[in-house]
């Protein structure tokens, strides 16, 4: 039996505006994992992240009327997103801007995990617990807008467009802001990157 | 370049911290815990506002509404203000009448009464202000 096919961001929008919390929360189950991953790795802790992602998804609730379709309904919620994490962080400062507790245990027993840091390269092999502290290190380095950038580029894998619509850039900003980005971790993982 | 890529490599391991999977249907319910706790925190007008802001972008004004309100709005402006100094004058020339009253030469009633009301002889010729105004009621002693 063929399952029903899901309904389209724009359909569940639509249905939401029409009253329909149900609509809504198919929409909360659709985009929390990828922003949660959006603004994990912006913050480098689970709880703001889950606090964050709380108030991201009330905020799009309440301005959903005024969503007019200009742009997507993914590259709305990435902005609502992007705005307030960026707005939290400047906030919290350096208040602890990360926490070795706060980092995830498990990933470090994911197969995947493993078999992408042992990738041929022994320096990798070694510590794979000390190349996770260091990455989220380096992140933590770089200014909110550049760690904006590369979280979604290079973590989420997102096209330079799409990330330019995002912040309201254009695209040449974002490949500067790239390229600037990952100069600084370069010199931050020296160790770990294969010359 | 060659670097670029390594950085971008290591990059995408970040990927595979997630949390785990009953975290997401966790989320789901607290997000409708806190959305029903809210909306009855929150007062009924607040609601509405709220309501009105988010409807009120929808509206789509024709581009020409705005000039003509401009229009409208000068033309009331210039209104009011070509309005303005008839009324100031009629002001002026009423305070003017009432200053009269206060001269120090006494007011004769035959300047201001009618020719017919001052044949009737019963009058007194003229009436001088009191600087102060009088009272039938004891001054208060303590």
């Known amino acids: 039996m063929d399952e029903a096919p899901e309904p389209h961001d724009d359909e569940l929008v639509a249905r939401t505006q029409a009253g329909d919390p149900e609509a809504f929360d198919e929409l909360v189950i659709r985009y929390s994992p990828r922003l949660y991953g959006l603004i994990y790795n912006m913050t480098s802790n689970h709880e703001d992240t889950n606090d964050l992602l709380q108030e991201v998804f009330a905020k799009a609730y309440r301005s959903i009327n005024g969503f007019r379709g200009k742009s997507s309904f993914y590259t709305w919620m990435h902005s609502i997103a992007v705005n307030m994490t960026i707005n939290f962080v400047k906030k919290r400062g350096r208040r602890h801007a990360m926490s070795l507790d706060d980092m995830d245990a498990g990933v470090q027993n994911d197969p995947d995990f493993i078999e992408a840091t042992t990738g041929g390269d022994p320096r990798q092999d070694a510590n794979i617990s000390e190349l996770q502290q260091r990455l989220n290190e380096a992140l933590q380095k770089l200014s909110h807008e550049h760690r904006a950038v590369v979280t979604m580029f290079d973590i989420q894998g997102m096209p330079h467009a799409e990330i330019a619509k995002i912040l309201g850039i254009s695209e040449g900003t974002v490949r500067s802001r790239l390229f600037y980005a990952h100069r600084q971790l370069q010199n931050y993982l020296e160790e770990f990157i294969k010359h | ?142």
């Not at chain 2, 033309?75 to 020339?93: F, Y």
């Open chain 2, 1 to 142: 370049m060659d670097e670029n890529l390594n950085v971008s490599k290591l990059l995408r391991l970040k990927r595979y911290e997630q949390p785990p999977p009953a975290y997401f249907e966790d989320f789901l319910h607290e997000f409708q815990r806190r959305q029903r706790a809210e909306a009855l925190r929150r007062p009924a007008w607040a609601l509405f506002w709220d309501r009105i802001t988010s409807i009120a972008p929808t509206f789509r004004v024709p581009q020409f509404a705005y000039a003509a309100i401009l229009v409208l709005a000068a033309g009331v402006s210039t209104l009011i203000v070509t309005q303005q100094p008839a009324e100031t004058l009629a002001k002026v020339d009423a305070s003017r009448t009432s200053l009269s009253l206060t001269a120090s030469k006494p007011v004769t009633i035959t300047d201001t009464l009618p020719v017919s009301a001052q044949t009737g002889g019963s009058l007194p010729s003229h009436y001088v202000l009191q600087p102060r105004p009088v009272s039938n009621e004891q001054p208060l002693s303590f």
